[in-house]
């Protein structure tokens, strides 16, 4: 186990929490606030946990501290992004450690040379997400500069019955057909230009910038499902609307109300609210079929729509 961490580290684990404050200067308190920011519970004391590596890094964070370049808040701005960057690293290595031990391969693969490809496409991955997600928050910024809620259409595409079958399925044949669901989502939602927000196992929560778009992605989910011979049917639930973008989540009534909006969809639907549908109003390419309105628990009564490609286009 020893051996396989300071292979992946890059270096032997040496240094106490009491070195590195010595070595790096960094103060023990604010030390301690970056390791838990990263998701790790502080080492106890005289316990050999940190490498060069990571008094290396402590060496550059502190060179941002003293830089104050961030302003008045450069500490909670620093402590923010470890944060950041420590849970969805944990994901990330949850992720492709079980890609690993699930194609039956050790992780002794994960040598230096493995390591040495898969770094540039990370830093590249993250560079190119960084500009997509830059871009997107100038755009919602209003004229003196704070982050405003703009309007989106919002889906989610649900499973249907994953209750029941995660009961009649064990573990492996249940992640298999996650898996499969939740790639077969992020591909459609990838090729149509719009951005997967977050998935929830039996759940994908996406976002496109036109209403068009959005129903292309949830049509094409649902269709690109049926097809599949171990994924069970999707509901999607849509909603037109202003969402607020926040540590790369999106929140407001607006997602809300396209979370209720697929307790209402049949399998193989697609349901959506009234303001998506004002905006596919006069698109020959969409059929819109008013349904019974009803009663929405924190909604109110909304005025929900069947909406399906046309017939003629």
Same mark, same amino acid.
């Given at each position: ?13 040496k ?7 010595? *070595?790096?200067?960094?103060?023990? !308190?604010?030390?301690? $606030?970056?390791?838990?920011? +990263? /998701? ?23 060179g941002l #501290? *003293? ?7 450069? *500490? ?6 470890? $944060?950041?960057? /420590? ?24 040598? !230096? ?9 990370l830093?590249?991955a993250?560079?190119?997400? &960084? ?12 004229e003196?500069?704070e &982050? ?7 889906? +989610? ?15 492996? @044949?249940?992640?298999?057909?996650? @898996? $499969? +669901? ?10 149509? /230009? ?12 996406y ?6 778009? /959005? ?7 649902? *269709?690109?499902v049926?097809? %599949?011979? %171990? ?25 809300? &109300?396209?979370? $209720?909006?697929?307790?209402? =969809? ?5 349901? =959506?609210? @009234? ?11 969409? @059929? ?8 929405v628990?924190? #909604? ?9 490609r046309?017939?003629?286009?």
């Amino acid at each position: 186990m020893r051996e396989l961490e300071e292979l992946l580290l890059g270096g032997e684990l040496k240094f106490t929490r009491a070195d590195a404050v010595r *070595e790096t200067g960094v103060p023990a !308190e604010f030390t301690e $606030r970056l390791w838990r920011s +990263f /998701g790790f519970a502080s080492p106890g004391d005289g316990v050999p946990a940190f490498t060069e590596g990571d008094l290396s890094a402590l060496r550059r964070i502190k060179g941002l #501290l *003293e830089r104050n370049s961030l302003g008045d808040r450069t *500490e909670e701005l620093v402590l923010g992004q470890a $944060r950041a960057f /420590g849970q969805t690293m944990a994901r990330l290595a949850e992720w492709q450690s079980g890609l690993l031990t699930g194609a039956g391969l050790d992780l002794s693969v994960l040598n !230096e040379q493995f390591l040495g490809h898969l770094e540039p496409l990370l830093l590249h991955a993250w560079r190119r997400q &960084l500009a997509a997600a830059g871009a997107r928050a100038l755009a919602s910024m209003s004229e003196d500069g704070e &982050l405003t809620a703009r309007p989106v259409a919002v889906g +989610f595409a649900d499973m249907v019955s994953f209750t029941a079958m995660s009961k009649e399925l064990n573990e492996l @044949e249940l992640g298999r057909i996650v @898996e $499969r +669901f939740e790639t077969t989502a992020a591909d459609i939602v990838a090729a149509h /230009g719009a951005r997967l927000i977050k998935t929830l196992g039996d759940e994908v929560l996406y976002a496109a910038d036109s209403a068009a778009t /959005g129903v292309e992605v949830g049509i094409d989910i649902s *269709e690109a499902v049926q097809r %599949e011979t %171990e994924v069970p049917d999707v509901r999607v639930g849509m909603a037109y609307g202003p969402v607020l973008p926040l540590m790369g989540d999106i929140f407001g009534t607006t997602v809300n &109300l396209a979370s $209720r909006l697929t307790s209402i =969809a049949r399998p193989g639907t697609l349901v =959506a609210d @009234e303001g998506l549908a004002k905006e596919l109003q006069g698109d020959s390419s969409y @059929e819109l079929v008013r349904i019974v309105r009803r009663p929405v628990r924190g #909604l109110g009564i909304i005025q929900p729509y069947v909406v399906r490609r046309s017939t003629s286009r």
